[in-house]
């Protein structure tokens, strides 16, 4: 393919089109990561501890131990009321850098992200996010690949 020179209005439009598709990919690469992101949260909230298992493993969780005796980044689930109150927000729909958010709104989920007075805290939202930045980072990736080869 020839090398030929673009006119500033025609530079102008042909960095539009690749601005506008390259938010429209990376919107989409968002969603796809929020989507992955609510998947893996809810994994994360199925442990298979019961509430009569923790208590004959005298509540390893408990503070008086000095550390979590089990993984404290997986949520047992017992009603699985929290295990089903992810959602999400976003992607955004602005000028401003693409984002979103996923969130638990259940009555528990402040108790076991920053822990009790008796319990320790239980980082889900920070597993959540380790596990969903190399989605995030990869399909964002993937999305500039695309735009650089539509556009070049």
Same mark, same amino acid.
């Given at each position: 393919?020839?090398?030929? /020179?673009?006119? =500033?209005? *025609?530079?102008?439009?042909?960095? $539009?089109?690749?601005n506008?598709?390259?938010?429209? *990919?990376?919107?989409?690469?968002?969603?796809?990561?929020?989507?992955? $992101?609510?998947? =893996?949260?809810?994994? &994360? #909230?199925? +442990?298979p501890? #019961? /509430?009569?298992? =923790?208590?004959?493993a005298?509540?390893?969780?408990?503070?008086?131990?000095? #550390?979590?005796?089990?993984?404290?980044?997986?949520?047992?689930q017992?009603?699985?009321v929290?295990? #089903?109150?992810?959602?999400?927000? $976003?992607?955004? &729909?602005?000028? /401003?850098?693409?984002? +979103?958010?996923?969130?638990?709104?259940?009555e528990?989920?402040?108790?076991l992200?920053? $822990?009790?007075?008796?319990?320790?805290?239980?980082?889900i939202?920070?597993?959540? *996010?380790?596990? /969903?930045?190399?989605t995030?980072?990869?399909?964002?990736?993937?999305?500039?690949?695309r735009? *650089?080869?539509?556009?070049?």
């Amino acid at each position: 393919m020839a090398n030929r /020179t673009l006119s =500033l209005d *025609e530079a102008i439009k042909h960095f $539009g089109k690749a601005n506008s598709s390259l938010r429209t *990919e990376l919107t989409a690469a968002v969603r796809f990561s929020l989507q992955n $992101g609510v998947k =893996l949260a809810q994994l &994360r #909230s199925s +442990g298979p501890y #019961s /509430t009569a298992m =923790l208590r004959a493993a005298d509540h390893p969780y408990a503070k008086r131990h000095g #550390s979590p005796r089990i993984d404290p980044g997986v949520i047992n689930q017992q009603s699985g009321v929290f295990r #089903s109150s992810w959602q999400t927000d $976003g992607p955004s &729909r602005s000028d /401003t850098p693409i984002s +979103g958010l996923i969130f638990n709104d259940s009555e528990v989920a402040d108790y076991l992200q920053f $822990g009790t007075r008796t319990m320790f805290a239980r980082p889900i939202a920070e597993n959540i *996010e380790k596990d /969903t930045d190399a989605t995030v980072f990869s399909q964002s990736q993937d999305a500039a690949d695309r735009i *650089e080869r539509t556009f070049g």
